[in-house]
């Protein structure tokens, strides 16, 4: 029984979508949309609990504006589509970002310093 038990947690754990590119487990893809302005996406399994899916996704669009030499992401738009019923069908979370070389003087709360964001999320992501 303990046998089974091991078997099933480390087949569980190598089904999760680990952090990466879009391969067939899931992963991210950016698309640039217009001068300075990225749609961002992670998709992956069942087996990635909702907050680390969007940790996988905040992450990326760090990346993406560091790639980019800016210093400052604004999300303009963002969503999911929750898994239903078995906990293998796929999870997507996105996001449309504006990236920025100053700080933005929106009274918004849903701008990042893409540096900062990455230190905070480096516990969370293996990249």
């Known amino acids: 029984m303990r ?3 091991m078997f099933a947690l480390i087949f569980l754990t190598g089904c999760a979508t680990k952090y990466g590119p879009l391969s ?3 992963g991210y893809v950016e698309l640039p ?3 300075d302005t990225f749609d961002v ?3 992956g399994n069942g087996m ?3 907050d680390l899916l969007e940790a996988y996704l905040l992450y ?3 990346e993406v504006a560091e790639s ?3 210093d400052f992401i604004i999300i303009e738009d963002r969503g999911t589509e929750p898994k239903t019923g078995d906990t293998i069908l796929p999870q997507y979370v996105y996001a449309t970002i504006q ?3 100053k700080e933005p003087r929106s009274t918004r709360d849903d701008w990042y310093e893409a540096e900062k964001l990455m230190d905070q999320l480096d516990d969370y992501v293996d990249p």
Request: net charge positive.
């Open 48 to 50: 990635v609990p909702p």
């Open 99 to 101: 990236l920025s070389e």
């Open 24 to 26: 067939g487990k899931g």
């Open 60 to 62: 990326r669009c760090a």
């Open 41 to 43: 996406s992670f998709s």
């Open 3 to 5: 046998a089974l038990l």
């Open 68 to 70: 980019y030499d800016y």
């Open 33 to 35: 949309n217009g001068k």
